[in-house]
């Protein structure tokens, strides 16, 4: 049994008083049946009317045209204000300079800028490239004036000295044009609320967004949390136990523990939210609707 001190400070979900605000996050598809699924997501969680969504940018460049058409469609095709990502890795300076000029040309405004993760293949930009996201983000500003969203990490990068020094480059991605910052999802509320205090405590008065991941998945999150350096707590993987094969059960429980995860932090003043939808709607529309947020218009 899951002790109460041992949970994410458990609460009965109910409607919040002030309107939330949220974002979402989608990956380009890479065939039609994926398509078809994006697609679906994206028409149900449309209504709830997002500041914005994103979609994200394969190492290299792997997706860029995906990302582009998912991104030029977003805006021609719904009421969705789209970001497009954009990442340092295997890139030159001149080829990411001619990837903004598309984008401010089709009509794209928003740019999430990131360095981008490192493959066996492309462990650095090259010589001639944006070498960090900070860079970058100075990059894209002389090319027009995005709004220009960068990453956090309430436990820091993985590949960071220490958190003082991630927090350091957070504020040379801030100083460089960032309009916000979103964070990579965490599970401990408490390790959010310390790295929000800490960063305002260093002058860093931008939006910091946390990034909120609905597990759909426990043995999948759990090796990608191991890869990006977020901690589990015990609690959670109590949670999941038993339910590898009972996928029904894992959404009600992944819902329940987001929606008091998101019912928490707001307690403690936050008031915006991105989700990490991983291309599924159902669950993110559900812990909205916990959340409080009402469909603008019928699905």
Not at 130 to 152: H, R, T
Request: net charge positive.
């Amino acid at each position: 049994m899951v002790s109460p001190s041992s949970s994410p400070h458990l609460v009965a979900p109910v409607r919040l008083p002030s309107r939330v605000r949220v974002s979402f996050e989608f990956f380009p598809p890479n065939n039609q049946a994926m398509t078809s699924q994006l697609w679906r997501s994206i028409r149900r969680l449309e209504p709830l009317a997002p500041d914005f969504v994103s979609v994200t940018y394969g190492a290299g460049g792997s997706t860029r045209s995906r990302t582009h058409d998912t991104v030029v469609r977003l805006l021609k095709d719904t009421t969705l204000m789209p970001a497009a990502h954009l990442t340092c890795i295997g890139e030159s300076r001149d080829s990411l300079d001619a990837i903004a000029h598309h984008y401010h040309a089709s009509g794209i405004r928003h740019i999430v800028a990131l360095r981008g993760d490192a493959t066996a293949q492309m462990q650095a930009p090259p010589k001639d490239g944006y070498p960090y996201a900070a860079e970058l983000v100075q990059g894209l500003k002389k090319v027009a004036d995005f709004d220009i969203s960068v990453a956090a990490y309430p436990e820091k990068h993985p590949e960071a000295k220490n958190l003082d020094a991630d927090i350091d480059n957070l504020k040379r991605k801030i100083d460089a044009g960032a309009s916000r910052a979103i964070t990579q999802f965490f599970f401990d509320n408490d390790v959010f609320l310390r790295f929000r205090d800490t960063v305002h405590k260093r002058g860093l008065r931008v939006p910091l967004i946390p990034g909120i991941l609905p597990v759909t998945n426990c043995a999948r999150m759990l090796a990608f949390s191991q890869k990006c350096g977020t901690s589990v707590p015990t609690w959670m993987r109590a949670m999941f136990e038993g339910l590898d094969h009972d996928p029904e059960t894992r959404q009600l429980v992944a819902a329940s523990i987001a929606a008091q995860q998101c019912h928490h932090l707001y307690q403690h003043g936050v008031r915006q939210f991105h989700f990490y939808t991983l291309n599924r709607a159902d669950l993110t529309f559900a812990i909205c609707h916990i959340l409080g947020l009402r469909p603008t218009s019928t699905p």
